[in-house]
């Protein structure tokens, strides 16, 4: 059963171009999560997806950041005109549907995508 | 904003020295979570706690949960250069939608 894939591993892009990170939940998972992590820092939350469904995207950036979970194919995190802030390793996580509202669901992480802006 | 605060942010020690981590928010979580991420991976799950109180051993990995279910620590005995990592804290939210909030970090080196 693999686990959860991302790429590119690594992504170099200069300043103003467009960035597309790619995640691909572990089999039988429908729920998808972006998180940001700066050098020695924690991961910052970014958005929580369903299939075909943004549940929760308070931790996105309002302009140039947007994400997708389609009903076939991998999860998109799409960075529009990126800038030197932008460089970071973007990890995905993904995990099963709940079955009650008080279950929570182990979060499996993918190996994240290092993002380096020129 | 729900904030979670670990210390010490760097931790150097020696092989078989024991040591503790410590995870703090003024939040109340349904649960928390820790994990231990290696260079250039994502992070993986050592545990979670659900209960106020609650003690899990891993090993001579030691974990408890605040009685408040605001604070937890990690405790390392004779601690090895295989523990050499990022320790990352998660308290998670169950009110409405799930959400997982990541403490700030420990990185710890054991030296040989």
């Known amino acids: 059963n693999a686990g959860v894939m991302q790429n590119p591993r690594h992504l170099v892009r200069r300043r103003g171009q467009e960035a597309r990170l790619r995640c691909s939940p572990m089999k039988g998972h429908s729920h998808v999560y972006w998180y940001r992590q700066l050098p020695e820092e924690g991961l910052k939350f970014m958005v929580y997806?369903?299939?075909?469904?943004?549940?929760?995207e308070s931790g996105m950036p309002k302009e140039r950041f947007s994400a997708e979970f389609p009903k076939e194919g991998p999860s998109i995190l799409r960075i529009q005109q990126v800038v030197r802030g932008d460089s970071a390793a973007y990890f995905c996580a993904s995990s099963r549907k709940s079955t009650s509202p008080t279950e929570y669901n182990e979060q499996f992480f993918g190996p994240g995508t290092r993002l380096t802006v020129l | 904003t729900q904030l979670l605060e670990q210390s010490p942010q760097f931790l150097s020690i020696q092989e078989g020295e024991n040591l503790t981590v410590y995870c703090n928010s003024s939040s109340v979580f349904s649960s928390l979570q820790w994990y231990r991420q290696e260079p250039g991976e994502g992070p993986v799950l050592l545990v979670t706690?659900?209960?106020?109180?609650e003690v899990k051993k891993l090993k001579r990995l030691t974990f408890q949960f605040g009685d408040a279910r605001k604070d937890s620590s990690l405790h390392i005995t004779a601690a090895q250069p295989g523990d050499t990592g990022l320790y990352l804290c998660a308290g998670i939210f169950t009110s409405g939608t799930y959400k997982y909030i990541f403490g700030t970090g420990t990185r710890l080196k054991v030296l040989a």
């Open positions: 706690v659900v209960t106020g109180g």
């Open positions: 997806l369903q299939k075909e469904n943004i549940i929760d």
